[in-house]
């Protein structure tokens, strides 16, 4: 145990930190000090802008929380970040990087899109399971597509899983620009509308989709596996020892190679949900980034499959709140300058935990 | 022109933007520092550059702007990674997240329009009118002459001073370093910072001279590619010229058979830089498999002087 001490300018207090075992309770404190803290720390940005922070986050909470109708809009928004989060916490659980849940997304809507393009005589019932297989598969094999330049290439997966974002999207691109574009369409990138069986029902006030359940379903799953299950455990143990793991005779190549099917075949399931139940077509910028928003819900819920229901609503309602301060003048990116923030205030306090800091009256008054 | 002619011009001008990014990469990787956050730093260089050059109208300043901004980032990576010993891959993201949202922010009010003129270039009398060599060098931006000498001085700087030693030797092994007293932390904050002001300042080559005006995450993956290229050139300023170069010239090479034919839609081409990124790394990962890559040997790991044995 070394402890430190620097007396603060003036002399009254001096700090004191020394080093133990993060508490289990400091993870929550950290979360939430977190948020408030990026909170502030945007503050600043927006006051720079020429508008009052207090009345921004205000219309922002209200606007995401405030009324039923924005309440269901922050949940649609929340059910990809869910299902990413999921995903790329799977990924983080091993330390594997894996950034590219928005090119994961982007495919897992294309081939639910693909179903009903290319198959449109199926028995009407059997659609949506079968767009939901396709968009899991497709994400998955994306996954894996990161993966296995990873494990049998050296390839950094960071950078691998990023430049499948950018293909898939330029796909995406190519595909409702080009041949899927909607002849009626008026010239809107978009694929024509899908029938009503093709569509997750919706429930409630808004747009609220089934998909809602798929995510629910997702969190239980990955309840299950990492904390009822051997493999969960064999996971748990490669996270946080890789070379204990590989004594054990955990194969980690085959773990990766699993964890980024199931990591990518979550973010494809929310791009399948997104199209069956939001937009109804595959369109232009059908995601507006839930891939890489669901890293900051994964690392808010430090990969807590519960803490990953509430950050998921959390950032889903930070979306829809810079929506609507978008109407009082500042950019939709604000959103992105507050997840930014959070992520750091996440990471510089996770260091902290290890820290027990006190301030302490110095012995003698006035200092030395 | 002829076609080849062309494409080299068209490399050099797109590989510029990539050197500068994998040099300030090698810079903080060979100290130990990977530095994940090259595309945020970058598009905030570009934004803060465009910014200062539409109010006050000086290409300097608008330069040392987006240095400064870069090395912004820098300390706070280092305040994250090297004093707060904080995971370097998540402090990486979260500059890139922070700064794509921050630069679409500031960058709102001149999303779309023209870039002011403003950094000049250096016409050389008889370079010139060389065949090839003038349609290069002949009348070129200064930043690229002055990415040409940073490529010099690093080399040497890295290789041939008691300065590169020091940063190789905390690159290698802190605990070693540390005990021939060189301060770990010092070195290690220092060229994490200076490797930031060059991505800084490649945002702003992107910006000023190479894109005709500022958009909203108008690096597009550039930043990402360089972090690749830095292992492409195994940690070596000369080799990352070339590979920027390369680069370079398949991103041109896709406009270029835009321009010729139309048989491949121009979403495929675009696709080549990033399938490109993949596969060549891919190669060098096979060709590593029974050999050192070349990567500093403590990289990614924050160093702990209480647990040194």
Not at chain 1, 109 to 120: E, L, Q, S
Not at chain 2, 36 to 52: D, H, P, Q, R, Y
Not at chain 2, 160 to 170: E, I, S, Y
Not at chain 2, 240 to 257: D, K, N
Request: net charge positive.
């Amino acid at each position: 145990m070394n402890s430190k001490a620097v007396v603060i300018p003036g002399g009254k207090y001096r700090l004191e930190w020394s080093s133990r075992a993060a508490s289990a309770s400091s993870g929550l404190i950290v979360s939430v000090a977190s948020v408030v803290l990026a909170l502030l720390f945007s503050g600043v940005f927006i006051a720079l802008n020429g508008l009052n922070p207090v009345f921004v986050f205000e219309t922002m909470a209200r606007g995401a929380f405030g009324t039923a109708g924005g309440l269901s809009e922050t949940l649609v928004k929340a059910i990809p970040l869910l299902l990413c989060g999921l995903g790329v916490s799977f990924a983080y659980r091993i330390s594997i990087w894996n950034i590219g849940a928005e090119g994961q997304f982007v495919v897992g809507a294309i081939a639910a899109t693909a179903v009903t393009i290319y198959f449109p005589g199926m028995p009407h019932w059997s659609y949506l399971p079968v767009m939901f297989s396709a968009g899991a598969l497709a994400g998955g094999v994306w996954g894996l597509l990161a993966a296995v330049p990873r494990t049998h290439f050296q390839v950094n997966e960071l950078i691998s899983s990023l430049m499948l974002n950018y293909i898939a999207l330029l796909l995406l691109d190519y595909l409702v620009f080009g041949p899927w574009k909607d002849p009626a369409g008026f010239n809107f990138p978009g694929t024509p509308m899908f029938e009503t069986w093709m569509q997750l029902a919706t429930f409630g006030t808004g747009r609220l989709h089934l998909g809602l359940f798929i995510g629910l379903g997702g969190v239980l799953v990955y309840w299950l596996i990492m904390y009822r299950m051997k493999w969960g455990y064999e996971l748990r143990l490669l996270g946080a020892n890789p070379e204990a793991a590989r004594h054990a005779g955990i194969s980690v190549t085959k773990q990766i190679l699993l964890v980024m099917l199931i990591s990518g075949g979550l973010a494809g399931a929310a791009g399948m949900a997104e199209v069956s139940g939001v937009s109804h077509r595959l369109m232009y910028s059908i995601s507006p980034g839930y891939g890489y928003t669901a890293i900051i819900v994964a690392w808010l819920a430090k990969l807590n499959p519960w803490g990953l229901i509430v950050s998921s609503v959390l950032c889903g309602g930070v979306i829809v709140g810079g929506y609507s301060v978008q109407m009082i003048g500042l950019p939709a990116s604000m959103s992105l300058i507050v997840q930014g923030s959070i992520l750091f205030f996440l990471i510089g306090g996770e260091q902290l935990r290890s820290y027990r800091v006190r301030l302490r009256l110095t012995s003698k008054p006035g200092g030395e | 022109m002829d076609f080849i002619t062309a494409l080299l011009v068209a490399a050099l001008s797109a590989g510029t933007p990539l050197l500068f990014a994998t040099l300030g990469g090698i810079l903080s990787e060979r100290c130990g520092v990977i530095f994940l956050g090259t595309e945020g730093a970058m598009l905030m260089g570009a934004v803060v550059s465009i910014m200062t050059l539409s109010r006050t109208g000086s290409w300097p300043l608008a330069v040392v702007m987006a240095m400064l901004v870069g090395a912004a980032f820098g300390v706070l990576h280092g305040v994250l990674c090297v004093s707060l010993k904080a995971n370097q891959t998540v402090s990486g993201m979260a500059i890139t997240l922070f700064g794509t949202g921050l630069s679409a922010f500031l960058g709102k009010p001149y999303a779309g329009l023209p870039v002011p003129a403003g950094i000049p270039k250096l016409n050389i009398p008889v370079l010139q009118d060389v065949p090839v060599i003038g349609d290069l060098f002949g009348s070129q931006n200064v930043l690229v002459w002055a990415s040409f000498m940073l490529v010099i001085a690093m080399q040497a700087y890295i290789y041939r001073t008691g300065w590169g030693l020091k940063l190789r030797a905390v690159g290698d092994s802190p605990s070693t370093a540390d005990a021939m007293g060189i301060q770990v932390a010092a070195v290690r904050y220092g060229h994490v910072v200076a490797g930031a002001m060059l991505i800084g300042l490649s945002g702003a080559y992107l910006v000023l001279v190479f894109s005709p005006n500022w958009m909203e995450g108008m690096t597009a993956g550039r930043g990402w590619i360089a972090v690749a290229l830095v292992i492409f050139a195994r940690w070596n300023p000369v080799r990352a010229l070339l590979g920027a170069y390369l680069f370079g010239a398949f991103e041109a090479l896709g406009y270029r058979i835009q321009t010729v034919t139309d048989a491949v839609p121009p979403y495929f081409l675009k696709m080549l830089p990033y399938l490109i990124t993949i596969l060549v790394l891919m190669i060098i990962g096979w060709n590593n498999r029974r050999k050192p890559s070349g990567q500093p040997q403590s990289l990614g790991a924050p160093y702990y002087r209480e647990q040194r044995t």
